[in-house]
């Protein structure tokens, strides 16, 4: 049975592995905000394009609002 004294230091390779693995875990929190945030921009802009008036419709305020005149049994032919 081997000593206390004769056992390796293990202390500086234990702390490179928590160094290293804090190091990895920090770079994917960075990645996961970067791509929340560029998710977050693109879906604003996105919306904010499919919501914006177009210039034709913005001089008339009814211009987009168009009844539907449709009657029923009637040929527009006229037959």
């Known amino acids: 049975?081997?000593?206390?004294?004769?056992r390796p230091?293990?202390?500086p390779a234990i702390a490179a592995t928590?160094?290293?693995?804090?190091a990895v875990?920090?770079?994917?929190?960075?990645?996961?905000?970067?791509?929340l945030n560029w998710s977050s921009d693109?879906?604003?802009?996105?919306?904010?394009?499919?919501t914006k008036v177009p210039a034709a419709a913005a001089s008339e305020p009814h211009?987009?609002?168009?009844p539907v005149h449709h009657q029923a049994g009637v040929c527009p032919r006229g037959a």
């Open 9 to 11: 230091n293990r202390l």
């Open 25 to 35: 875990l920090l770079v994917l929190c960075w990645a996961a905000v970067l791509y």
């Open 18 to 22: 928590v160094l290293a693995q804090l």
């Open 63 to 66: 211009a987009a609002i168009r």
């Open 42 to 50: 693109s879906a604003m802009a996105e919306f904010m394009a499919a």
């Open 1 to 6: 049975m081997t000593s206390f004294d004769q």
